[in-house]
């Protein structure tokens, strides 16, 4: 069955610290990829997505994200963090089915706690 | 432009009840997907409806039913309730089954708690 993996349960980091959460997936067709956030009382938003084309994309708040299809990977960054990004962040794909959209698979999700 | 919204916020019900949560798809999408968020979990896809028709499944037993009226509005239905259902309900609508390259957005969610 698909999966898609994250690596990390929990991270802190201080204010302006550099962040990188990583994502892996085990699906080998063709899939779209994405990145969502849940903030404090929040529902889930749309970070950033990949389709196809250029494998780096960039989101939402500073974050990037890089498609690595030999690694199958989609690890998020961002360069500096903010207090304001504390946050759960789920990768999560989509793969094709019969021709049309299928559903999406998530992983389990990383909170990310930053200190001011 | 109002986004995908859900009925009820919270919700209480005790084992062997049955529960029917509500959502309106945000304007414009016709495809409406259900989740289930347990906690310190991601998200488990439920079911997806387009058309009026339950078009895939996720591994749920039939306990769980739902229902996509002419609006595009969609019903989910849990029946026999268990504690492991407690969870947060996510509902997300799209613009199109058939449009490959699309994004889902999510309502803020239904919180059911099994007692």
């Known amino acids: 069955a698909q999966s898609v993996s994250q690596h990390n349960h929990h991270v802190i980091l201080s204010e302006a610290a550099s962040l990188e959460l990583g994502c892996n997936y085990s699906y080998g067709g063709t899939v779209n990829l994405f990145w969502y956030v849940q903030y404090p009382g929040q529902h889930l938003q749309l970070l950033l997505k990949?389709?196809?084309?250029?494998?780096l994309v960039k989101g939402i708040k500073g974050f990037e994200a890089e498609f690595i299809k030999s690694k199958f990977s989609f690890n998020l960054r961002k360069p500096s963090v903010q207090w304001s990004d504390t946050a759960e962040y789920f990768c999560a794909v989509n793969e094709e089915y019969g021709g049309s959209q299928g559903n999406l698979i998530f992983g389990k999700g990383t909170k990310l706690s930053v200190k001011p | 432009d109002a986004g995908v919204t859900q009925s009820p916020t919270h919700l209480i019900k005790t084992r062997g009840q049955q529960v029917t949560l509500r959502c309106s798809p945000k304007?414009?999408?016709?495809?409406v997907s259900w989740y289930q968020q347990a906690l310190g979990q991601g998200p488990q896809f439920i079911f997806q409806y387009y058309e009026e028709e339950e078009r895939q499944r996720g591994n749920f037993p039939d306990r769980f039913s739902g229902h996509q009226f002419p609006n595009y509005s969609s019903e989910l239905n849990v029946n026999a309730l268990l504690l492991g259902d407690s969870a947060l309900y996510l509902c997300?609508?799209?613009?199109?089954?058939?449009?490959?390259?699309?994004?889902?957005?999510f309502g803020p969610g239904t919180r059911l708690l099994v007692l």
């Open positions: 304007s414009g999408h016709d495809t």
């Open positions: 997300a609508s799209s613009p199109g089954l058939a449009v490959i390259q699309e994004t889902q957005y």
């Open positions: 990949y389709f196809s084309g250029d494998p």
